[in-house]
């Protein structure tokens, strides 16, 4: 099922959370079990923390995993994109 206390998810492609962040003014930011404590992770707790903002960390679950959800995604853009070929 969807989420539907969700404004906007938005990928991210290097990280850097801190300026999405400050850009979309989150309240909630939400983090899975393998989170860690690298530079950015830090970076980005500290300007919530300091904001105001929440941190929501959640348990691993195989139906939620986004690795599992990113090869499905993949799997069904490649799907949707594949040429036919009549012959």
């Known amino acids: 099922t969807a989420l539907r206390c969700v404004d906007i998810v938005r990928p991210y492609f290097e990280l850097e959370y801190v300026s999405a962040c400050k850009v979309l003014n989150v309240d909630v930011f939400v983090v899975g079990e393998?989170?860690?404590?690298?530079?950015h992770n830090l970076a980005v707790e500290a300007y919530l923390e300091s904001a105001g903002k929440r941190i929501v960390g959640t348990s691993y679950n195989p139906r939620t995993s986004s690795t599992n959800i990113k090869k499905f995604a993949v799997a069904q853009s490649h799907r949707v994109h594949q040429p036919k070929i009549h012959l």
Do not use: L, M, P, Y
């Open 34 to 39: 393998d989170w860690g404590s690298n530079a």
